[in-house]
């Protein structure tokens, strides 16, 4: 492996980074022996660049200390540094999420704003090979598919990583060549942490295996990210051609679906920006060709299993379940006109579901306006009997969506309409109405 220099990250940044050298950076300097190699070698590049540091006070006087050690080695090199403080524990515990992730949140949404206070092109993280190993191994466990496998990118969106490349100890190695003060966190040995657990009890057992562990697990994530992207080429396709995304619903056609040999992975890639993870993926392919209605749930989603596709919703909190209505009324969650007028001479009621005429003596104004019911039942129009309108929806292919969005006009205790697509046969239009009752869906 070729010894870290800026020589050798320079190819790095513009190569696999994309970062040219008119390019302004904003430098996430912790302390640490990463990031103070990182933005020495920065320096030496002659790269424009601001330092940013993050007090997390999780670490008492030590926190403290990492800040007093950027500050002095930032004021040696003349370098523009700017810090922040944030109340860690307070922001877990509101969010109600781990610490680990409050800091990230926390970190990344204030250089976020420092891009745009300092116009600067992109923020740089001192993540080396290391990290990205650890990175494989944490995934692996989680099971976040080949996605997660592929370890840390060289670029995310304008997050840059220049030293993944290099191992750990090249990196001390480079600080006390150079003679760089660098701070330890000593919660970095804590196993306590799944990283941790990885970096101190797992990976030196791997090493002392194969010797050249860290070479091999770079070549085994290049080829992993190369079969990422292949796979990320194989869903694109599949969603430009086959998936349907209208109205806040994903439509995914099982057939079509299936006409790939590795669909598992296809259809969990299709899932996974909507918070389903393997295990429920693995569930819902066993139910492919199970009964219809079944659901699976991740945090913000639903899945329901139709007759022909998988619904992907969003979950929704329960909103109005009835409305009355009466003539000049304009409700907000269904809109209709609704008007009374005598029987015109040569009046011809509609067939179409979305406009009806009813016979206006027959019903009572105001209209109750409500979701359906299972015990429901009415004498769909043409029928002479009752039909339960669970039985009804059956014959009409209502899909579980469907029904969820169901509405039925009452007047008493009778349903006069399912609407938008039957009514009922007792107040249907006949040659003894004399007022018409008019009710069309906008």
């Known amino acids: 492996m070729d010894k870290l220099s800026f020589k050798n990250i320079q190819h790095v940044l513009e190569s696999k980074c994309h970062i040219a050298s008119e390019d302004k950076l904003l430098v996430a300097v912790s302390g640490g022996a990463d990031s103070m190699a990182l933005l020495n070698l920065l320096i030496e590049g002659g790269y ?93 466990v989680r099971g976040t598919g080949l996605r997660g496998l592929s370890g840390i990118s060289y670029r995310n969106g304008n997050i ?55 070479d091999t697990m770079q070549s085994n994530l290049a080829h992993l990210k190369d079969a990422e992207l292949m796979l990320k080429s194989e869903v694109e396709r599949f969603q430009e051609t086959d998936v349907v ?14 006409n790939y040999p590795h669909y598992s992975s296809l259809l969990f890639e299709v899932l996974r920006p909507y918070g389903f993870n393997s295990a429920v993926v693995a569930e819902v392919i066993d139910h492919l060709h199970g009964l219809s209605g079944k659901q699976f749930f991740s945090d913000s989603y639903r899945l329901i299993k139709d007759r022909h596709n998988l619904l992907v919703l969003p979950i929704e909190e329960v909103g109005v379940q009835h409305f009355w209505v009466e003539e000049g009324d304009n409700h907000e969650e269904v809109s209709m006109i609704i008007q009374v007028y005598d029987k015109p001479k040569g009046f011809r009621f509609s067939r179409n579901a979305g406009l009806i005429h009813l016979d206006a003596d027959l019903v009572d104004l105001p209209l109750l306006v409500r979701k359906w019911k299972k015990a429901d039942s009415f004498m769909p129009l043409g029928m002479t009997g009752f039909k339960k309108l669970s039985d009804f929806f059956i014959d009409e292919k209502y899909s579980l969506k469907d029904k969820e969005d169901a509405w039925l006009m009452e007047s008493g205790e009778d349903i006069v309409w399912v609407l938008g697509r039957r009514i009922d046969d007792r107040f249907k239009v006949t040659n003894r109405t004399k007022r018409i009752l008019e009710i069309e869906l906008k």
């Open 48 to 140: 424009k660049l601001i330092a940013a540091h993050c007090n997390f006070q999780l670490r008492g006087s030590d926190s403290d200390s990492d800040e007093q050690l950027v500050k002095g080695f930032c004021n040696s090199k003349n370098v523009k540094l700017v810090t922040t403080v944030f109340q860690t524990n307070a922001y877990a515990r509101e969010k109600k999420i781990s610490i680990e992730m409050a800091a990230r949140e926390l970190r990344y949404n204030w250089f976020s704003s420092l891009l745009d206070e300092h116009n600067l092109d992109a923020i740089v993280t001192g993540h080396h090979g290391n990290d990205s190993i650890e990175t494989f191994f944490l995934n692996l």
């Open 160 to 214: 840059i990583r220049p030293l993944l490349d290099y191992p750990r100890a090249s990196v001390e190695t480079y600080c006390e060549v150079n003679k760089i003060a660098y701070c330890h966190d000593e919660s970095n040995d804590d196993t306590k942490f799944i990283r941790n657990k990885i970096r101190h009890d797992i990976v030196p057992v791997l090493e002392s295996i194969n010797p050249v562990f860290f």
């Open 245 to 258: 995304d209208e109205d806040d619903k994903v439509i995914i056609p099982i057939s079509k679906l299936e």
